[in-house]
């Protein structure tokens, strides 16, 4: 890895990766959250939940702009994620976020998409 990132560097310059993450908190435990990256100018976001009795709250879409705020706060000018079309799609399209991608019948029956926006 150290000679990947050596040679990424030599490529492109500094790649200024952080990581970063948002949590949910009620009372003492953590009911939702986001977990991801900036790096390159990007925010790619690897994981994010809301337990079922928070959602259709808005709390979704509080922790999505928060991450949104922070990313853009370090530099960043677009973010991407992926998703599986039972998850939430459409909760990512009402956010702003547009399909750049598709693998379908991963799972069987379903597929995996990822969404990008610019900030």
Same mark, same amino acid.
């Given at each position: 890895?150290?000679?990947?990132?050596?040679?990424?560097?030599?490529?492109?310059?500094?790649?200024?990766?952080?990581?970063?993450?948002?949590?949910?908190?009620?009372?003492?435990?953590?009911?939702?959250?986001?977990?991801?990256?900036? $790096?390159? =100018?990007?925010? &790619?976001? *690897?994981?994010?939940?809301? /337990?079922? !009795? $928070?959602? =259709?709250?808005? &709390?979704? *879409?509080?922790?999505?702009? /928060?991450? !949104?705020?922070?990313?853009?706060?370090?530099?960043?000018?677009?973010?991407?994620?992926?998703?599986?079309?039972?998850?939430?799609?459409?909760?990512?399209?009402?956010?702003?976020?547009?399909?750049?991608?598709?693998?379908?019948?991963?799972?069987?029956?379903?597929?995996?998409?990822?969404?990008?926006?610019?900030?």
């Amino acid at each position: 890895m150290k000679g990947l990132r050596i040679a990424n560097t030599r490529a492109i310059g500094k790649i200024d990766h952080q990581p970063l993450a948002i949590s949910l908190r009620h009372r003492d435990a953590i009911v939702g959250g986001l977990v991801g990256e900036t $790096f390159l =100018g990007w925010m &790619f976001v *690897s994981a994010f939940w809301v /337990a079922d !009795e $928070f959602r =259709g709250k808005s &709390f979704g *879409s509080k922790i999505m702009r /928060a991450a !949104e705020m922070e990313a853009h706060r370090r530099g960043v000018k677009n973010v991407y994620l992926d998703t599986f079309s039972f998850q939430a799609p459409d909760f990512y399209r009402t956010l702003g976020y547009r399909e750049f991608g598709r693998l379908d019948e991963f799972p069987a029956g379903y597929n995996r998409r990822w969404l990008t926006k610019a900030l």
